[in-house]
C-alpha cells in the first residue's frame, strides 16, 4: 500500500534531505526512515518530492513510501514523531493510489525566504532567517523580480554541482511582502535548480540595496554563467513550501507549520 506523509523539519543541523555516502553525516531523510522502520518493525524507504540542501527547512515536503503494514492515517503520525528528533515531525499522513509519485506527480513547487533587515544581527532567529544590514527598496526588487517571472535559461542561477538536466524553468510568481523588520518572499516554479532561490535571492538584495539596477537582471539571465549573478545567499531563512499536484488528489499543500510566518 502507498501512503504520502506531509513532513515539517528544521535543516540547522542537518546535511540536507538526502542520505550521503560519507557516515556521520546527519540528514533528514536518514532520520524519518530510521523512525518509520522503527514504527513499522521493518525497513522502510521513501520518496521525496523536493531534495532540499544543508540547512534549508521545510514546511510541508511530501514523501510517499510503500508497505504492507495496515495503520490508520494517525497512527503513521504520531507513531513515527515517537521515534523523530524534535526538529523534525510529520505533519498528516494518508493513503494514496499506486501511481501517484511524490516527485514526479507533482505540478509545481514553492519555496519561502525570510529575511531580517537590521543594523544588527539576529540571536533569537539565528538559523531561521537570513539577515541584511542594508536598507531595501521595495519597489527596486519588485521591479527585479517581474524581469525574472515566465520561462528562461537559469544557468546564471545554478550552482556548478547542479545535476538538473535543462536548466530552463518556469517561475511563476514571485511576491515579496514587508512586515516590520521582516521580508517575506515567495517563489512558484516547476521546478527548481540547485542553489536557484538562494542565487536568486543574492540578486533580489542587491538591486534592493541599491547595488544594482533592476535591469541588471535581464543581463544575468542573458549571461548564462554563474559568475554574472550575485554570491549565493544563506540557507538559513530558506523554508520549502512544500509541492503542489492535481486538486483531485487531495494532498494537502500546507502544514500548520507555516501558521507562525509573518
Known sequence: MRWI??????GSRYHGWQSQPQPGLATVQDALEA????????PVRTVCAGRTDAGV??????????TELQREPFSWVRGTNRYLPPDIAVQWCQPMDDAFHARFSAHGRRYRYLLRESPVRPALEAGSCGWTFRRLDLQAMQAAAERLLGTHDFSAFRSSECQARDPVKTLRSLSIRRHGAYWRFDFDANAFLHHMVRNL??????????????????????SRRREAAAPTFAADGLYFEGPYYDVALGVPQTSAAADWFP
Open 57 to 66: 527547512h521545510a514546511i510541508n515536503q511530501v514523501v510517499h513510501l510503500d
Open 5 to 10: 506523509l506531509g513532513v515539517a523539519y528544521r
Open 35 to 42: 523512525a518509520l522502520s522503527t514504527f513499522a518493525a521493518r
Open 201 to 222: 535571492m543574492g540578486c533580489l538584495l542587491e538591486v534592493g540595496a541599491g547595488a544594482r539596477p533592476p535591469s541588471w537582471i535581464d543581463e544575468v539571465i542573458a
